[in-house]
């Protein structure tokens, strides 16, 4: 099919937009520094880290991608692309998508404690959790939450990671991308096995039999055809093939963002998507192809605040005074079912797509948990079948529980439900997983 497409900041093959990352790690902090620290689930003992974080992670992203200014009415042609206008979805309840909601207790190690969570992945039966930027470690548990080891091994040798960018988990190994453009590969116990360098610095990646697919910052690299610049790359450590999946289009500067949940794969099926990038893509006749555009008009951030001569400090100024502008905000969980990510519009908010049924479902970032009057859902960290995980300190968990016991006397079956889960709860057990049950 065509679609005509509005110069409404979209994106395509042919027109794209990336945003400085910079400027959305100042915008988030300027946006929610009074409920901050509550959203990221920090303990008093965690918010330094968290903030410290947030610190590094602006000095070391303040370069941006520009936007190409050209063709502002694109055409794209794709087989199952949509074009999402976001002013048309209203908001929906939690109990509009999901049915029913379960608790379970990550149980701690006494040598090893998570501070945040960065990224996670559910394989075979087990639940890893990874914290990039503060502990730097990763904890693995079974479904049940019993903790089964950890990697912690942050440093400069060879068998550690400076920082990590990606992490996978590939036929029960686990392997970790280094900001330096290395690889650490780990048995399925955690230790450590070998390490390898690559001739590119990705900044994300998934593994496709013996190759990989990286993404590689946006930055000058000569991986595609006729050695053109390639955002999404299939390559083979061995052959040092590399087959351009996503060329880079965008016409200004390149440069490295500090992104997770880039790429997601569930069975052949393969997706892409960056924040303040208007498309998500799908892999169609062996490239990547614009899956969904996301239309935000009339509310579109204008494409001349993400002009690289904005500095971070106007480009705040101007979203605190139009507090009504909306953009992509990605974190994509995909599965067979349906596809999630993030944009802001006036709030944060999740769009639930389904994928049998071809609906759309909106929901704000705090819309009230009216399924059993717990924690409403801040962040869907994975996507496992129907069921949408965060994970989050036990503390807060308990105060929402006293919160609703103090509320009210009498509950329905799914409040009850909640509130024995923690009456039965060990205090010393520093995570929740919540598992929200999509319809």
């Known amino acids: 099919m065509i679609v005509l497409l509005s110069p409404a900041n979209l994106d395509s093959k042919h027109q794209q937009t990336y945003y400085p990352i910079a400027y959305r790690v100042a ?7 009074n409920i901050f620290v509550k959203f ?11 903030i410290s974080g947030l610190i590094i992670t602006i000095i070391f992203l303040t370069s941006s991608c520009g936007s190409n200014s050209r063709n502002q009415n694109a ?24 049915d029913h909601i379960t608790y379970t207790a990550l149980k701690d190690h006494p040598d090893h404690r998570i501070h945040r969570i960065d990224k996670v992945l559910i394989e075979d039966g087990l639940l890893y959790t990874f914290d990039y930027s503060s502990g730097k470690s990763l904890s693995v548990y079974d479904l049940k939450g019993n903790f089964q080891f950890a990697i912690a091994k942050p440093g400069q040798g060879p068998d550690e990671y400076a920082a990590v960018h990606d992490f996978l988990v590939y036929q029960g190994k686990i392997e970790v991308l280094d900001i330096r453009g290395k690889l650490l590969f780990y048995d399925k116990k955690g230790t450590f096995e070998r390490s390898e360098k690559l001739p590119f610095s990705p900044q994300a990646f998934l593994k496709i039999g ?14 595609g055809k006729n050695g053109k610049p390639c955002e999404v790359v299939q390559y083979n450590l061995e052959t040092k093939k590399s087959d351009c999946w996503l060329e880079i289009n965008n016409g200004r500067r390149l440069s490295v963002s500090w992104e997770k949940n880039m790429l997601k794969r569930v069975d052949n099926e393969f997706y892409y998507g960056t924040s303040f990038n208007d498309t998500i893509y799908r892999k169609q006749d062996g490239n990547f ?5 996301f239309d935000f008009s009339p509310n579109a951030l ?3 605040i993400f002009d690289p001569n904005v500095s971070i400090s106007e480009f ?9 502008k909306a953009y992509h905000s990605a974190s994509l969980q995909v599965s067979a079912d349906f596809l999630i990510t993030r944009f802001y519009n006036n709030t944060g908010h999740h769009l639930i797509y389904d994928q049998n049924k071809g609906s759309k479902t909106v929901l704000e970032w705090r819309v009230k948990n009216d399924v059993d009057n717990g924690l409403p859902l801040y962040w869907a960290h994975a996507l496992n079948n129907r069921d949408i995980i965060m994970i989050y300190d036990s503390e807060y968990v308990l105060e929402w529980a006293s919160e609703l016991q103090e509320g009210k ?11 024995d889960f923690v009456n039965e709860f060990n205090p010393d057990d520093p995570l929740v997983m919540i598992s929200y049950h999509l319809k």
Do not use: C
């Open 409 to 419: 006397s009498q509950f329905n079956e799914k409040e009850q439900a909640f509130l």
């Open 40 to 50: 990221i689930f920090m303990k008093s003992t965690k918010e330094a880290l968290l």
């Open 210 to 223: 013996n190759d990989y697919l990286f993404q590689t910052g946006k930055k000058p690299n000569e991986l």
């Open 289 to 293: 192809k614009p899956q969904f555009i």
């Open 75 to 98: 055409i794209v042609t794709s087989e199952r692309m949509g074009v999402i206008a976001i002013d048309e979805i209203k908001p929906s309840k939690l109990s509009d998508v999901v």
């Open 27 to 33: 915008l988030i902090w300027v946006e929610h520094k």
């Open 316 to 324: 705040v100024d101007y979203q605190n005074n139009n507090r009504d």
């Open 302 to 304: 204008p494409s001349e």
